[in-house]
């Protein structure tokens, strides 16, 4: 059974509880195209659905990732602790919006001996498992690329592992530092924050492009550049 210090509970605040009475969706059933395109638009209104799906995608995967990877993250680094992940494994709680506000992992974790050699293979069920399938469902359906999800995936981690002390850190900080798997694929996290030196993301995430949400702070377009 996973047990948390008191100082890594907010990592895990949005986990579900047994006795929690909240509808969970799979993601899988989550991220079936009608009901994503329902969702949307209820949460952001027909003036900007279908018309700016592809930034509403954007910014509605933000939820998702701040909520997903802050407790697989500390779970792993802190105690080799993993759930059996993928789509139809985790299920999520909406608000009467559609905002992801809580996360069940369906299938019972356990204490894995982290592997040799490549750093990032014991993240290899959050980096293969979920984000990869959760980034090209996200991309298939709103026409969002897949760089600026995976930068959104990236600065949800790096926000965690900024939080965390950097001894416990240090085992992360490959997932956005190493270019490469041992298998010589490309770790699609590489880089996706950048310091130049101001903070930013390596892929804008499209907020520019609708008024109300205006440009993130992270926006790696020159400032004062107009949307297209």
Known sequence: MLHVAAQLQPFMQHIVAEDD????????????????????LNLYGAHLMPQQRDVLVSQWAKYGFMLVIPPLLVASITQDWHWPLGLERVAVALDERGIPTGVKFLAAGAV????GGDPLQCFADLLDDLLTPLVNALSAYGGVPRTVLWSSAGEALEHCLIRLDAPLAEKGWPLLSQRLKADGRRNPLYQTIVYTPRRQRRSCCLSHRVEWVGRCEYCPLPTGSKPP
């Open 112 to 115: 894995l001996a982290a592997p």
């Open 21 to 40: 009475q909240r509808p969970l969706l799979t993601l899988a059933e989550l991220l079936q195209p009608q009901r994503l395109e329902a969702l949307l």
